[in-house]
């Protein structure tokens, strides 16, 4: 058998010219959308492009690697927050994605059994997910104030849980303040794709399992965990890149987008529109930007490597 020679790009190119013409355009508008302005970015990060510069913009004056070492400067007042930003960004990651996914699970396997109104449970799930972001945080900002905020009137008033109402958006509290909305508007989706994961189990696998005298747990960690394995791949991609580069509901928890977050509230995206916006350190903004885009590319990366081997039994399957 003779094996066939592999074509060069430009022989399926020309081979294939018309289905090239036809993504041509949206080709163009891709590059145009994300690498042309990815490019310009890193290029600005090397500027000292300020209120008094911007005139010049790409023109402004070339420094080189000032603006990424002030970033990691110690006593700058200019980049203080900064620090704490990226301290609250990681922490504010991990703990959504591991609530979302965690309760989204206990969710979708309660919602997944048969029982009276399933179909309006399922539904009435749905509702956090369609709330805008700007809405759930103008929303959970009313509910966390201290005296008239109807958490603490609940916590405190009605269940007596805690002696004195405490203050939720300032001080350390405020991490969890942003925390829990952003766990409660996310956590339908995952809810969701959970359930369509383990409907996907086929139970003659799992009665197989308890004939054979595998307990509860047993078969949800042996057959249930492993069918979910590329869905809670996906929903975690997705999810860590959402809280990574957070902005609306703690922008709008804080003055509806006027205030500031405090030590504990802070995230970089926040931090970067008031380095660029607000300060006009647009070259200071743009390094952040890059450094961000850098980790989440070897977060993605890491990703891969742990879930690839899901990810292509999953696609042998099909």
């Known amino acids: 058998m003779i094996a066939r020679r592999k074509q060069s790009f430009w022989e399926r190119v020309k081979r294939y010219r018309l289905a090239y013409l036809l993504i041509l355009p949206t080709l163009v508008a891709m590059m145009s959308v994300h690498f042309i302005p990815t490019v310009l970015a890193i290029y600005m990060s090397f500027l000292d492009l300020n209120q008094?510069?911007?005139?010049?913009?790409?023109?402004?004056?070339?420094?080189?690697?000032?603006?990424?070492?002030?970033?990691?400067?110690?006593?700058?007042?200019?980049?203080?927050?900064?620090?704490?930003?990226?301290?609250?960004?990681?922490?504010?990651?991990?703990?959504?994605?591991?609530?979302?996914?965690?309760?989204?699970?206990?969710?979708?396997?309660?919602?997944?059994?048969?029982?009276?109104?399933?179909?309006?449970?399922?539904?009435?799930?749905?509702?956090?997910?369609?709330?805008?972001?700007?809405?759930?945080?103008?929303l959970w900002g009313m509910m966390w104030l201290r005296d008239r905020g109807i958490i603490n009137i609940i916590l405190v008033d009605w269940l007596h849980l805690l002696h004195e109402k405490p203050f939720w958006l300032i001080g350390k509290n405020t991490l969890l303040a942003i925390i829990i909305?952003?766990?409660?508007?996310?956590?339908?989706?995952?809810?969701?794709?959970?359930?369509?994961?383990?409907?996907?189990?086929?139970?003659?696998?799992?009665?197989?399992?308890?004939?054979?005298?595998?307990?509860?747990?047993?078969?949800?960690r042996y057959v249930t965990i492993p069918y979910l394995k590329p869905i809670i791949a996906i929903i975690l991609l997705w999810g860590?890149?959402?809280?990574?580069?957070?902005?609306?509901?703690?922008?709008?928890?804080?003055?509806?987008?006027?205030?500031?977050?405090?030590?504990?509230?802070?995230?970089l995206m926040p931090a970067i529109e008031r380095q660029s916006f607000r300060y006009w350190l647009f070259g200071l903004g743009a390094a952040v930007s890059v450094l961000m885009m850098l980790a989440m590319m070897f977060f993605v990366w890491l990703w891969y490597m742990v879930f690839r081997t899901s990810l292509l039994q999953e696609s042998a399957k099909e």
Not at 211 to 216: L, V
């Open 52 to 138: 008094y510069t911007l005139g010049q913009f790409l023109h402004a004056p070339f420094v080189g690697l000032k603006n990424y070492k002030m970033i990691f400067g110690a006593n700058n007042v200019l980049t203080a927050g900064l620090q704490y930003a990226a301290r609250n960004t990681i922490l504010y990651a991990i703990a959504v994605n591991i609530g979302t996914i965690g309760v989204g699970l206990v969710l979708a396997l309660l919602l997944n059994r048969e029982f009276r109104w399933r179909g309006l449970a399922r539904t009435l799930m749905l509702l956090p997910w369609v709330v805008p972001t700007y809405v759930v945080g103008m």
């Open 240 to 267: 860590m890149i959402f809280t990574f580069f957070g902005y609306n509901i703690v922008i709008m928890m804080f003055g509806n987008g006027g205030g500031f977050p405090g030590e504990w509230g802070d995230l």
């Open 181 to 220: 909305p952003t766990i409660w508007r996310q956590l339908p989706f995952n809810t969701i794709m959970l359930l369509s994961g383990l409907q996907q189990v086929p139970q003659d696998l799992m009665d197989a399992a308890a004939i054979d005298g595998a307990s509860a747990l047993q078969r949800f």
